[in-house]
């Protein structure tokens, strides 16, 4: 049934055991910024893939097609599960102009598929007041307790569409040392960490976008 499922990043704590903190799941990021017609940033349009041990769990025991896939109404189901426990976790989306942060309004155009290995979640976060083409924002991606790593995937991770006209991303990675250093942290520190920790903050995936 739908409604034992787990939040897409919620796995029992038992599963992990005694092990050293680490990420429990892992999330391939490609993301659009969408820009409108009149130049102004509507929204950001996310595609999330999980990764194949996850995937593996959220599926297990649900409804599948006779050749084994998901069928369509366990994704649309799981894809609706997925986008209500987010909401609790501000979708891992945060959105700056200068020090003002950018609000979004909640998501549309949510589904879920899958390739035969991996789940990927695809969503769009409306800005709530669509910022100015001209200036410069950032927009981050991570979970601040690290419970979940999100990595840009290799090849466009984030992309302009729309009118985007003359402006310009750059993207920052985080830092792969910082990445190493967190597999050593006790497994007491890592539980220890309270939802408004900032500690996944080094390990965020920034674009910075700016419009002349």
Not at 4 to 16: K, M, N, P
Not at 55 to 67: H, I, K, V, W
Not at 139 to 151: G, H, M, R, S
Request: overall charge negative.
């Amino acid at each position: 049934m739908i409604q034992r499922l787990l939040a897409i990043f919620v796995v029992l704590t038992a599963l992990t055991g005694g092990a050293t903190a680490h990420p429990h799941v892992w999330v391939e990021v490609q993301s659009e910024l969408d820009y409108a017609p009149d130049g102004r940033l509507s929204g950001v349009r996310h595609h999330w893939k999980f990764d194949e041990a996850f995937s593996t769990y959220a599926l297990q025991g649900l409804e599948t097609t006779p050749d084994g896939k998901p069928s369509e109404k366990t994704l649309k189901e799981l894809a609706q599960v997925n986008i209500d426990s987010l909401h609790e976790f501000d979708f891992f989306t945060y959105a700056k102009r200068g020090k003002q942060d950018i609000k979004f309004l909640p998501p549309k155009d949510y589904s879920l598929t899958y390739d035969g290995t991996a789940l990927t979640l695809h969503f769009t976060l409306p800005f709530a007041d669509p910022p100015a083409k001209k200036g410069e924002m950032s927009l981050d991606v991570y979970d601040p307790t690290y419970f979940v790593a999100f990595q840009l995937a290799d090849d466009d991770p984030v992309t302009l569409a729309g009118d985007a006209g003359s402006c310009a991303l750059t993207l920052h990675r985080p830092d792969p040392a910082a990445t190493g250093s967190s597999t050593t942290l006790s497994e007491g520190f890592f539980n220890a960490l309270t939802s408004a920790s900032q500690f996944g903050s080094q390990f965020a995936n920034r674009v910075t976008v700016k419009c002349s």
